[in-house]
């Protein structure tokens, strides 16, 4: 089909003004979060599952690649068309259809803001648990696509662990449930399976997700410390002595100085590294237990312990960790994020050899990562216009990936693969795994046209000719 | 037939001779709905899985992979079968990691051994265990890592089960209300795809978002996409203090008032479980002079101390404010002995009723009323007898029919209320499981319940990784 043409029958399913297909309009799609960029041939913003459905039938039959997009934060290419076609933005879809306090589930459109649900359960004295950094901006959408986690996935685990069922389009329009407000249901786990597939084996026009009660009661602690080793040695002690902490947040001296020209949390300018150790639950026990967390803190060479007495002294220590991805984009124009994850007893062998990354490839790191799961998110500082320093920057991510894997980790513990992975897959998986991941992505979508090029790497021999 | 001994010598090659059993006596323990296999085979390794896997399918064999049998009853009778895979040998703890919380174990690992594995110096374990090592053979293994850890899962069978067997059917227990599911505390698996391949995915890190998430697909798959072979799951550190508060209630009304009202509360049980008298009578173990009233609930508390101790005060409170019957506290051995003999309530059962049906209902949470209501309505107008398990918290609940098989009659309206039971738990939005049924009635049960809008994507996983049909074929949903 000619792209006028499909323009035409998209405005029939949408309605015109919601379809764009400008130059400047596909240019605006071109991009996400990550280094890469290509343009679609359209962009439709479909205001229900019928229209999503229309759409999707139509590439289908066409055979036109089509890729849904929340807020496009994601740091990996997720959504950039690089075979072209159309992007199915939700924008539109944002409502919270039902929050169902009997059964603790919210149902919602793929469009709404992460922060927005969070914000309305909040009256109610409920949390949305996952909480990437990112969710003033982020759509569940892209957390269901993702897999998102963020500081409190520590204790509650992450996006997958926090979604009941799902209203999926399949590739050639059929529109599905699976799983539902009640869990455990008898067959495949497919919501369990699609969570985190980037959007490349279904497109989610609703989802239902788990509800919990608020903690009675929180503490929030800075432990401030002289070397980054002592801060890692905390962090695997903490886990070690069995203690889970609702969360266990690292950040490192440069993180620290970005952190405090920009919002001024208060950290200590000259420390080597911070944790904000966080404890919540039921009150009772809960002195007792921070206080054998200041002993392993002692242990470890603590410098400071600063307990957070007030809301909005937490709220204080948590401005620096939220604010910190912006304050370190002062520092240079661009950074990439590698979110390679080890065993949490690695990390203090993991950052050691970060930094030796640093030095070896001459790029600035910062690190502000969560701790607790072993998650880092080495944070390499650079200016995209200098080709040979992004070239040493990519080196350089990679290397670190590599020894996450070398470590007993892996390549990502919540950005995903998308584009920018693609190669590292192969640091953890044998082409058989890979290609039992073609086969689930050929019973869902044999004609690939759901987000294709991503998160599976091209077979061995393909990769072969091509060089010849 | 004869395809199985052409290939037999293959089998052997792979396996040794002394670990093929093909004999009457041999393999008719591990016949499936009265369907005995022709050869029994124990492969030593996934490396060993993976040839007997791969020499299968060259011939489309029928294969069904077999842990200790105990949820064998569940399913479809097969379609075919022609050869079991024991994982009785894949029997390694291959990496016991207490200070990262993660261990790997092969498939075949006991439930049992697993926790007594990860008991303190003093033994103070998750199960009790002086009361397994009476009970069954000795552990696999008499070496402890002495790191007071445990594996937050309690399924059934705890004595038997194999680790293998419990996630391959997505098999949880009560405490589920405070730890969650299979799904949230695996992080890494192994497997063997039905055309042989090893596959693995995730590992010993507890966040992983670098591709497809295998392990859920493979999670309750039933046997039905591979033959799960090791896996890597989270551990916890034993809780400071266990205790286990039961009240007993005469009528459901009070019963159902105490349960929402402590659900209600800030508090964090880590089950809640509603049973019936007839339950209640049937745990083992029973020494105590308590008296279960018309309706008992346990609630298991697993925290610190000072917790345990909150909760305890307020929930006793709360109990006496709905007229409880009769109240009493268990802590530690007794907390543990409790919660295990619950879990053998099935497999006791089974024994005194040989005709026995378990049904297994998943609704959402909200309809846990209704749904224990109508069980206890059409069940006793039925003249049926039954013992009932309800997690009061996670909206499912478990149904013992006390069949003794010869009574047709009965077994006849066990049947016809089941279907009764399904349909009022898809109004509920869940579903209905048969775990266990005599091989004759099968035919007319709904043994996976009603298919969902899911069941094509289904059949096109099924079809996609298993096309010649010989894992466990037939037995699962739909027939697949
Ligand atoms: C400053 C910053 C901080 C961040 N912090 C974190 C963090 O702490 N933790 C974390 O996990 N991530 C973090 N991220 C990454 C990112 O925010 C998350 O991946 C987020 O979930 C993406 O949401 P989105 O709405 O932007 O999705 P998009 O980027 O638009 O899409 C993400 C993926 O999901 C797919 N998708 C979108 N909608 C649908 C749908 N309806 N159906 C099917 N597939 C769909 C897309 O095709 C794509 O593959 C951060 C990013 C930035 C820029």
């Known amino acids: 089909m000619e792209k006028p043409e499909l323009i035409v029958r998209l405005k029939e399913i949408v309605g015109s003004e919601h379809v764009l297909s400008s130059d400047m309009d596909l240019e605006l799609y071109s991009y996400d979060a990550s280094l890469d960029r290509a343009t679609p041939d359209a962009v439709v913003l479909p205001g229900s599952t019928e229209e999503v459905s229309k759409v999707v039938t139509l590439a289908y039959k066409e055979k036109i690649p089509f890729i849904g997009r929340g807020s496009g934060t994601n740091l990996t290419g997720g959504t950039i068309p690089i075979k072209g076609g159309i992007i199915i933005h939700f924008s539109r879809m944002n409502r919270i259809l039902e929050i169902d306090i009997p059964n603790r589930t919210a149902t919602v459109q793929p469009g709404v803001i992460t922060l927005d649900l969070q914000t309305h359960v909040a009256k109610l004295g409920f949390i949305y648990a996952p909480d990437p950094a990112s969710q003033k901006v982020s759509t569940l959408g892209g957390n269901f696509g993702e897999n998102s986690g963020g500081p409190h996935c520590l204790k509650y685990g992450v996006t997958t662990n926090h979604i009941l069922g799902a209203e999926v389009v399949l590739d050639d329009g059929t529109v599905i449930w699976t799983g539902g407000k009640a869990q455990n249901n008898p067959g495949y786990d497919l919501t369990g399976l699609l969570v985190g597939s980037e959007g490349t084996l279904v497109i989610a026009t609703k989802l239902i997700l788990k509800l919990i009660r608020a903690p009675e009661a929180v503490k929030t602690m800075l432990a401030i410390y002289n070397t980054i080793e002592d801060g890692a040695n905390t962090v695997s002690a903490i886990i070690a002595e069995g203690i889970i902490p609702a969360t266990l947040e690292m950040m490192d001296n440069k993180v620290i100085q970005a952190v405090e020209a920009s919002v001024h949390a208060g950290y200590p300018l000259d420390a080597a590294a911070v944790l904000i150790i966080e404890l919540d639950g039921m009150p009772d026990g809960m002195d007792k237990k921070a206080e054998k967390i200041s002993e392993i803190c002692n242990r470890h060479h603590v410098r400071e312990i600063r307990l957070a007495k007030t809301e909005s002294e937490r709220a204080g220590l948590w401005a620096g960790r939220k604010g910190a991805f912006g304050a370190v984009a002062r520092l240079r124009p661009s950074y990439m994020c590698c979110d390679g994850t080890v065993p949490r007893t690695r990390l203090p062998e993991a950052l050691a050899k970060v930094m030796e990354v640093s030095k070896k490839y001459d790029v600035p790191i910062g690190n502000v990562f969560h701790a607790g799961d072993g998650n880092l998110h080495p944070l390499i500082m650079f200016d995209e216009r200098d080709e040979e320093e992004k070239e040493r920057v990519l080196k350089a991510g990679s290397e670190i990936l590599k020894i996450c894997a070398d470590l007993g980790g892996t390549i990502s513990g919540e950005h995903g693969v998308g584009i920018e992975k693609l190669k590292e897959t192969r640091l953890i998986f044998c082409e058989q795994d890979l290609e039992f991941a073609r086969q689930i992505k050929k019973a869902f979508d044999p004609m690939d046209l759901l987000n294709p090029g991503k998160m599976i790497p091209e077979p061995e021999t393909t990769i072969k000719t091509m060089e010849f | ?480």
């Not at chain 2, 994982?87 to 990496?95: E, G, K, Q, S």
């Open chain 2, 1 to 480: 037939m004869t395809d199985l001994n052409n290939r037999c010598d293959e089998l052997m090659a792979i396996v040794g001779p002394e670990h093929i059993r093909t004999g009457d006596g041999d393999v008719e323990q591990y016949a499936v709905d009265g369907m005995t296999p022709k050869a029994v085979v124990f492969p030593k390794d996934t490396q060993q899985v993976s040839d007997v896997v791969t020499c299968a399918n060259l011939k489309s064999l029928a294969v069904i992979p077999f842990g200790s049998g105990t949820k064998m009853a569940a399913g479809h009778p097969p379609k075919r079968l022609d050869m079991v895979i024991s994982t009785a040998r894949l029997n390694r703890m291959v990496d016991v990691d207490t200070d990262n919380l993660t261990f790997t174990v092969e498939a075949g690992v006991k439930f049992r051994d697993i926790q007594a594995r990860l008991a303190t110096e003093e033994d103070r374990c998750y199960l009790p265990l002086e009361d397994l090592e009476t009970e069954t053979e000795a552990f696999i293994c008499s070496e402890r890592s002495h790191s007071g850890c445990f594996m937050p899962l309690d399924p059934p069978f705890a004595t038997s089960a194999t680790i293998g067997g419990i996630l391959a059917s997505n098999s949880t227990g009560p405490r589920r209300l405070l730890y969650g599911l299979p799904r949230d505390i695996l992080t890494g698996i192994r497997f063997v795809t039905p055309d042989g391949a090893i596959v693995g995915t995730g590992g010993k890190t507890v966040k992983n978002v670098s591709g497809y998430d295998f392990s859920k697909l493979m999670i309750g798959s039933a046997g039905s996409l591979g033959v799960l072979c090791e896996m890597t799951l989270r551990l916890l550190p034993l809780p400071e203090r266990m205790e286990t508060i039961l009240v007993s209630f005469d009528s459901f009304k009070n019963t159902s008032a105490f349960v929402e009202a402590i659900l209600d509360a800030q508090l964090l049980p880590a089950a809640v479980e509603v049973m019936n008298k007839r339950a209640f009578e049937g745990f083992k173990n029973n020494k105590s002079d308590f008296v279960p009233g018309h309706y008992a609930v346990a609630v298991a508390l697993e925290t610190y101390g000072e917790a345990v101790d909150r909760m305890k005060l307020e929930m006793l409170g709360i109990a006496k404010d709905f007229e409880a019957e009769d109240s009493i506290v268990f802590s530690e051995d007794g907390h543990r002995l409790f919660w295990h003999s619950m879990g053998n309530l099935q497999a006791s059962m089974a024994d005194r009723f040989p005709g026995m049906i378990t049904a297994k209902l998943n609704y959402q949470i909200s309809d846990w009323k209704n749904i224990i209501q109508f069980t206890d309505d059409t069940l006793s107008s039925n003249l049926l007898e039954y013992t009932l398990l309800c997690h009061a918290g996670n909206g499912g609940c478990t149904i013992n029919f006390l069949l003794d098989g010869d009574d047709t009659a009965a077994s006849e309206r066990a049947v016809s209320t089941i279907g009764l039971l399904l349909e009022q738990t898809c109004k509920a939005n869940g579903n209905l499981v048969v775990q266990t049924a005599p091989t004759n009635l099968k035919k007319d049960l709904p043994l996976w319940g009603k298919p969902r809008f899911d069941f094509p994507v289904m059949e096109r996983i099924k079809n996609q990784l298993d096309p010649k049909g010989i894992m466990s074929p037939g037995c699962f949903v739909g027939g697949l």
